[in-house]
């Protein structure tokens, strides 16, 4: 038999002369990267055939690799599989970690959202999802509920207190709150916490529902938890079909409509409730808790950046306050300090003259403590401990903001509102955006415009109000 002449195909030949196997060659392009590729196939010649056989079958094995080729050239090629999207996934999550061992933040995101993902798809095959089913899913995300309830007063306490002549100060302290909040749940129509109404329910021994009004209300969950979900399905079937076992990515913007979802306003503290968190803060007795609520209001600090502060990231000469780290709690994996969100999350800022004396004589206070410790604080110069001298838990930032607020008649928000808080009142008292945004960590301007774009509203109508002044005063 004569030598094969198709330079894409070279044959390979035994001591006997015999061609024994085939070698084929494409030049393509590598689909994700663009750049040039050879694919190679070697086809084994089954034995028993005739030299025409072998041609017919050579021919149908080299145009069958050829239109392989194409596909993968093309990103259409799929592998014959049987793999299920809970099987798929569960790899893909494991992967997480292997990459990159600090994506603690993206894990639990990633294995909080296929919880929902994979009680829609979990048991399909891969190859078997189609646009119309994640169609359905995303209309089903959009769809979801849940319940909210809030807390507001029906009749007020006011005669429980004249009735029993009681000292509304006293009564304040023997409820666990101030006497400001006292007022607040006095008040028919105002909004209160649910543990302030419990609070004073079981001081007067009468039943919740008789002073205030639960009302539970059925929401929807927001767009930005529906589009969280949608994303870590759009990246497992877009690493699905990388490996090439599904042609489409049905999951992305190509095949779906947009997702939809209430928009949360941000809840946060006003200029006047800004400055009366600000003296309660100052009144505060607690050193550790004071210095917290100070970082939270004059820096806007993340909680976990401020968990994860050494003292060598207080520079008293300077006045300056470094952020490197950010300590953050996973139920899965406990408490893990690990590098900022982002680089620009790694910054320096100049501090404010009150916070540096909060600062000081918080140092002052933790020395003795350290003394008093003694080998439980050694070996650590984290700026917030436990008593046993393991790092503080974010969470306990919570706790403490918590019961803060509620001491101190104030509204209920958590400690990242108080970062929303610090960032807006930087905007209304005129500190440029660009000055803003670094301080508060954002990778850019436009973030920073992005997220508050309400105030910069509010911002452009007193611009207007103070040119038209300008110009009309002659």
């Not at 050829?66 to 596909?71: A, D």
């Not at 003296?279 to 004071?290: F, S």
Request: hydrophobic letters at 30%.
């Amino acid at each position: 038999m004569s030598k094969h002449k198709n330079k894409n195909c070279y044959p390979r030949y035994n001591k006997l002369g015999e061609i024994i196997s085939y070698r084929f060659f494409y030049s393509g392009k590598d689909f994700y990267t663009g750049e040039l590729k050879q694919y190679t196939k070697t086809w084994k010649v089954p034995k028993g055939l005739t030299n025409k056989e072998i041609e017919i079958e050579r021919k149908k094995v080299e145009f069958e690799f050829y239109k392989e080729c194409e596909k993968k050239s093309l990103g259409t090629y799929i592998q014959e599989n049987n793999i299920t999207f809970g099987e798929f996934s569960k790899q893909w999550l494991e992967r997480i970690l292997k990459r990159n061992e600090d994506s603690y933040s993206y894990y639990v995101q990633a294995e909080n959202s296929l919880k929902i993902i994979n009680q829609y798809f979990g048991n399909y095959l891969l190859k078997q999802i189609s646009p119309l089913m994640i169609q359905k899913f995303y209309d089903y995300l959009c769809d979801r509920t849940y319940i909210k309830e809030t807390i507001t007063v029906k009749k007020s306490i006011e005669e429980l207190i004249t009735k029993n002549n009681l000292n509304k100060t006293q009564t304040a302290e023997d409820c666990g709150i101030n006497r400001l909040t006292l007022r607040i749940a006095s008040k028919i129509g105002n909004q209160v916490s649910l543990e302030t109404a419990r609070s004073i329910s079981r001081y007067f021994n009468v039943p919740l529902t008789q002073y205030f009004n639960v009302e539970k209300k059925e929401v929807k969950y927001s767009k930005a938890t529906n589009s969280g979900i949608r994303t870590i399905l759009v990246v497992i079937l877009g690493e699905a079909k990388r490996q090439q076992l599904i042609e489409h990515n049905y999951a992305s913007k190509d095949y779906t409509r947009a997702i939809t979802g209430t928009t949360k306003q941000k809840e946060i503290f006003n200029e006047e409730e800004s400055k009366e968190f600000v003296r309660a803060v100052l009144n505060e007795t607690d050193l550790k808790r004071k210095t917290v609520f100070a970082l939270l209001i004059f820096l806007g600090l993340r909680k976990g950046e401020i968990c994860g502060l050494s003292w060598e990231d207080i520079d008293f000469n300077k006045n300056t306050l470094t952020v490197n780290h950010n300590t953050l709690y996973y139920k899965q994996f406990g408490i893990v300090t690990k590098k900022p969100k982002t680089k620009t999350s790694n910054r320096t800022i100049t501090l404010p003259n009150q916070l540096v004396v909060i600062l000081k004589e918080y140092k002052q206070w933790y020395e003795e403590q350290k003394q008093n410790y003694g080998d439980l604080w050694a070996y650590t110069n984290y700026l917030f401990l436990q008593d046993n001298g393991k790092i503080i838990n974010p969470c306990t930032i919570n706790s403490w903001l918590k019961k803060f607020n509620i001491k101190n008649g104030l509204k209920p928000i958590p400690p990242h509102s108080l970062r929303h808080t610090c960032i807006t009142m930087q905007l209304n008292a005129r500190i440029p955006i660009k000055v803003v945004s670094t301080r508060a960590g954002h990778s850019n301007e436009k973030i920073t415009l992005g997220i508050y774009t309400h105030t910069l509203q509010s911002q452009d109508i007193q611009a207007a109000e103070i040119y038209n002044n300008y110009l009309l005063t002659f």
